[in-house]
């Protein structure tokens, strides 16, 4: 198949490169207004839902900043996408592709960040999912911990949101800018990203989650982290949390350098991605009460 024309021709549908520059901006603009809002940042749930319920601004820059992390992280996919199938890691300088290696790494967390910022029922088991992870290095991992997360819950919370606000978010627009050399997208993506997320926004406003200290009959992250808690279900944490994302980054960055193996690698790859979509599938639509399978 000749996925340069495919990735070429798409009407009315601007670059995903572009698309994700476009909502990692939106998510910056947006990010920046809801910091005034944040009046208890040891309180981040009841910061949050002030935020929301101050009327219809406060809502709608909380939806917008949602979906743009969203529509951020979904196009930073398609790009990687497009560059596996069209084999332009081939033409890449080792050091340069560990550029972008490193762009796919920190995107993730930093939307996951932001996620984990919200303070819900949702975001604190994710936290204790991130740390049980991290924990499983031993020392390394608790410092790791302690520096991402500290120990206490609250304290938690308002370091990474520090960390979102701050260390990840310029991490990302430094790895950004080295990638593209440029800040400036194109307006045509710009208007179609911003006019996307605000319509959902408008239409589906992003929800908050479940208040802390709720009971919840089942506990599930955003889109993207439900593979994960699934594979955590039924692997050990060394293999779900930690061996098979180092072996996805292990082969992002090995495909420049495997002239002869690369096909190989790229085969690997979609498998994993395969196999983490069959269990985010699982995670959303057959996983209820307890983490039980329903409909079995």
């Not at 949602?66 to 951020?72: K, N, P, R, T």
């Not at 398609?78 to 560059?83: A, D, Q």
């Not at 302690?146 to 609250?154: A, H, V």
Request: aromatic share 16%.
């Amino acid at each position: 198949m000749d996925y340069e024309r495919l990735f070429q021709t798409r009407p009315l549908l601007p670059k995903f490169g572009e698309i994700a520059l476009s909502s990692l901006i939106i998510a910056l603009i947006s990010g920046i207004a809801l910091i005034p809002g944040f009046q208890s940042p040891s309180e981040p749930f009841r910061s949050v839902s002030q935020i929301v319920n101050s009327g219809f601004f406060g809502h709608f820059i909380h939806s917008c900043h949602s979906y743009a992390g969203d529509l951020f992280l979904i196009a930073v996919f398609f790009h990687v996408l497009e560059y596996l199938l069209k084999k332009s890691y081939l033409s890449y300088h080792w050091k340069a592709w560990l550029w972008l290696v490193g762009l796919m790494s920190v995107s993730l967390f930093v939307v996951f960040s932001g996620f984990l910022t919200i303070g819900s029922v949702e975001s604190l088991d994710a936290s204790s999912i991130l740390k049980n992870i991290l924990f499983a290095f031993g020392s390394v991992g608790k410092s790791a911990a302690n520096f991402l997360l500290l120990s206490s819950e609250r304290g938690s919370v308002l370091t990474i949101l520090v960390h979102h606000a701050g260390t990840f978010t310029v991490l990302t627009v430094i790895l950004v800018y080295v990638h593209l050399k440029r800040f400036k997208p194109d307006v045509y993506a710009f208007y179609y990203a911003f006019i996307l997320i605000s319509l959902l926004a408008v239409a589906i406003p992003a929800k908050l989650g479940i208040m802390p200290g709720a009971n919840a009959e089942v506990v599930k992250g955003p889109w993207y982290f439900r593979g994960l808690q699934e594979m955590l279900s039924w692997m050990p944490v060394r293999i779900a949390g930690a061996a098979l994302p180092g072996f996805v980054i292990l082969i992002f960055a090995l495909l420049p350098v495997t002239q002869k193996k690369h096909l190989i690698l790229l085969r690997a790859l979609f498998f994993v991605f395969s196999f983490y979509l069959a269990e985010t599938l699982i995670a959303t639509f057959l996983r209820g009460e307890g983490w039980q399978l329903t409909g079995f």
